[in-house]
């Protein structure tokens, strides 16, 4: 934290750490800030304000990042308030200082508040039994290991002609969250979701009813994955990951945890996306918020990477991890500060590893770097060997892309990269799908628009390269033109011919797979002069793909023109089935899923520019 507030707690010394470490609650738990994620708004203000100090040699007696991680935010706000820490807490507003704690010790303000399922008012029966044969499911990201993003109409229940009869049938709020982003995941007849507060819940699909809930140790922000038990004994089991970077699995019927491993000690590493389960293993990929604050001259930019790691399904065992830049980071210079610099660094995953089991291969898509120059494996796709972890080939999408957050302008400095990228990773999973006649096909969706279709057997060969908006291809990093930006952010929905994708600048296009042509391309509730971005990730039916917007609105488009057949506001309030005061918001990071005659979706995400919400919805016939 700033410097000026280091002059007491240098004199205090040790004593005064401990009194921070022990200090009382003395006023009302304060509530998370109204209208922004504030584990992701605060870290910026964090790495700006705070590792000047703490983790530095400078100032041995201050509690390292790591040490701060395992405090509550409702310790570290009461430091900065009323604590020994109130001199630093004076240089900073009230929602920096709630912001700084959030960010600090990886969860919500308030999360520690009852949000225990066994206090609802909504039990399920108890000792309920739990059988995956009972009923569809979508028990992951992308539904199926290809993340194809599509459900066939067996398992959807749901009919092209039945959409405009979706209701809401339950609603389900969760406690003291601000952002509901996490996908929920459907399978034997429950929905698993998390939340901010870093809670799962396991609720059931027709009734809404709640089984269990579990806390994890930080905000989850992916779609937990539900498989069999490992073995074939026992019950299923869950998987997901938290903003600590760690790594869960639990009792799928019970919420007992089985067993938990924190996969990674960089401070700024976290689990976002989701795993990937296949054949009694894990694929997890870890990003990163690093770039964030690292231009401050007193932070050491840059060491955290990007990394895709496999563990064993039943015990949570590592079996091998990979980083994106196979170079580890060292120091190449300090700045006028005399503060370390590293490289090379970057390449966060934000997407769900897509496995393909003919050539025994794991793709992922990879972000910007955070150091100059961008490593050649940064805004790529990558495959991996499932069994090794070696890296087997990679084709960049965008090259020179080094970036900083607040690295433009009169903003730079020494710690800026030489030059500043326009921030171009790839978010969205990779879709694998085989084409009429067998040719098998890649396809990645990217932030400017550039849709590719590589070989996935012939080392990532580029067989297509299209922009989705009809103009010129975006290029390679900063020579290229940046605006207008009209892009895939979190995902498509791909058929046996086509391909779907939601735009960042406004509606919907659809691509022919084996060719990349624009079939069409739909503006939704979009226009020119207020245009909805709909990167939410798509999620498709036999002849309807889904697509919600950073308005709360979700919408049912025809595959064949775009035409929407059914729409829905989710940005309200809502009466829950928990009693639990919630209201929708943005839709943007976690699509629906279908199943069983039912689709369920995630309304509020509040990161950036979106409306915060916190419930869970379930429409029917």
């Keep these: 934290m ?101 960010s600090a010790a990886g969860r919500l303000l308030g999360s520690s508040a009852t949000g225990d399922a066994k206090d609802m008012p909504n039990r399920c029966p108890a000792n309920a039994s739990y059988s995956l044969a009972k009923g569809p499911s979508w028990s992951d990201w992308g539904g199926g290991i290809a993340n194809t993003r599509f459900q066939t109409a067996a398992a959807a229940g749901i009919a092209a002609n039945d959409v405009g009869k979706l209701r809401l049938k339950w609603a389900f709020g969760l406690p003291n969250s601000t952002s509901s982003y996490s996908q929920p995941t459907v399978a034997g007849g429950r929905v698993f979701v998390g939340a901010d507060t870093g809670t799962i819940y396991a609720i059931d699909a027709a009734t809404g009813c709640v089984h269990w809930s579990f806390k994890a140790k930080s905000g989850v922000r992916n779609a937990p994955v539900v498989g069999p038990a490992p073995g074939g004994k026992g019950d299923p089991m869950v998987y997901f990951g938290d903003l600590r970077a760690n790594m869960y699995g639990l009792n799928a019927r019970t919420g007992q945890q089985v067993w938990t491993l924190k996969v990674d000690d960089e401070l700024a590493t976290r689990v976002t996306a989701s ?137 730079r400095t020494e710690n800026c990269p030489k030059v500043q990228g326009p921030d171009w990773d790839i978010p969205a999973p990779v879709i694998l799908k085989t084409l009429a006649g067998g040719k098998r096909v ?126 829905v506001d989710t940005a309200k309030p809502f009466d829950t089935v928990n009693k639990v005061k919630a209201k929708g918001g943005s839709i943007i990071s976690g699509g629906p899923t279908v199943a069983g005659g039912m689709l369920f979706i995630g309304s509020g995400y509040a990161v950036n520019r979106g409306l915060p919400g916190n419930v869970v919805l379930a429409f029917g016939k």
């Excluded at 800030?33 to 870290?43: I, L, R």
């Excluded at 405090?71 to 020994?84: F, K, N, Q, S, W």
């Excluded at 961008?374 to 060997?385: G, R, V």
């Design 442 to 567: 890649l396809l990645a969706g990217t932030k400017p628009g550039d849709v590719l279709a590589l070989d996935p057997d012939n080392k990532g060969a580029q067989l297509w390269r299209v922009n989705v908006n009809g103009g010129a291809l975006a290029g390679d990093g900063p020579k290229a033109p940046t605006n207008p930006i009209s892009g895939v952010l979190w995902g498509g929905a791909a058929d046996d011919a086509n391909v779907y994708y939601g735009l960042t600048g406004g509606g919907m296009a659809a691509l022919k797979l084996s060719t990349g042509e624009r079939l069409w391309k739909a503006p939704l509730n979009s226009t020119a002069e207020a245009p909805v971005s709909h990167g939410s990730p798509a999620t498709g039916i036999p002849g309807v793909v889904f697509v919600g917007g950073i308005d709360g609105r979700l919408n049912a488009v025809s595959m064949k023109d775009g035409k929407v057949l059914w729409s």
């Design 275 to 411: 795993p990937t389960l296949y054949q009694g293993r894990l694929y997890v990929p870890l990003s990163s918020w690093e770039e964030f604050a690292a231009r401050t001259l007193e932070y050491p930019c840059c060491t955290s990477v990007g990394a895709l790691i496999a563990l064993e399904a039943a015990t949570g065992k590592m079996l091998w991890k990979s980083y994106v830049i196979p170079e580890r980071p060292k120091e190449v210079r300090k700045n006028s500060r005399g503060t370390p610099q590293y490289g090379p660094a970057g390449g966060a995953v934000w997407n769900s590893p897509t496995v393909d089991p003919v050539r025994k291969a794991v793709y992922i898509g990879t972000g910007d770097a955070t150091t100059y120059p961008a490593a050649a494996t940064s805004d790529a796709i990558m495959a991996f060997d499932m069994d090794s972890g070696k890296i087997l080939w990679s084709h960049q999408v965008h090259g020179q892309d080094s970036f900083l957050v607040g690295c433009n302008g009169d903003n």
């Design 2 to 102: 700033r410097t000026a507030g280091w002059a007491a707690l240098a004199a205090g010394g040790a004593a005064a750490m401990a009194t921070m470490a022990t200090v009382a609650v003395v006023q009302a738990q304060p509530k998370p800030v109204e209208g922004s994620v504030s584990t992701e708004a605060g870290f910026g203000i964090f790495q700006t304000n705070c590792l000047t100090c703490h983790g530095t040699a400078a100032y041995p007696q201050a509690p390292s990042p790591l040490a701060l991680r395992d405090m509550t935010p409702e310790r570290i706000y009461d430091a900065l308030t009323v604590g020994v820490m109130q001199a630093v807490g004076k240089t900073l507003t009230d929602p920096q200082k709630r912001m700084v704690a959030e």
